[in-house]
């Protein structure tokens, strides 16, 4: 039985460390793998792309041997685009339609 649920982002702690994906299907991972559950409001699966790219877009912190800790983990940043004081989740969505082969993904 999957232990990984869907609608998440599995995000690589060991191996290829700092890399994320988002997973619309369950899903099996190991204890390297977190699971990275969005806020209700934020769960779609757009934001969910993004989140991961953004993750993964600092992936070049880590390596085999700089792996990502408990200390680690609570540096780790994501920046996103916020409007009115919160995050513009329908500017991400705007965003991702614009990319290249968008509408193969879903």
């Given at each position: 039985?999957?232990?990984?649920?869907?609608g998440t982002i599995a995000f690589s702690w060991d191996g290829?460390?700092?890399?994320?994906?988002?997973?619309?299907?369950?899903y099996y991972c190991l204890d390297s793998v977190k699971m990275i559950e969005l806020k209700e409001e934020y769960n779609h699966e757009s934001v969910a792309l993004f989140v991961a790219w953004m993750i993964t877009?600092?992936?070049?912190r880590?390596?085999?041997t700089r792996k990502i800790s408990d200390e680690r983990e609570?540096?780790?940043s994501c920046p996103l685009p916020y409007k009115d004081g919160?995050?513009?989740?329908?500017?991400?969505?705007?965003?991702?339609?614009?990319l290249p082969?968008?509408?193969?993904?879903f």
């Open positions: 039985k999957p232990n990984g649920k869907a290829g460390p700092g890399h994320a994906a988002y997973m619309p299907e369950d877009n600092e992936s070049w880590y390596s085999y609570k540096l780790l919160k995050i513009d989740v329908e500017g991400i969505k705007k965003l991702m339609k614009t082969k968008y509408n193969q993904v």
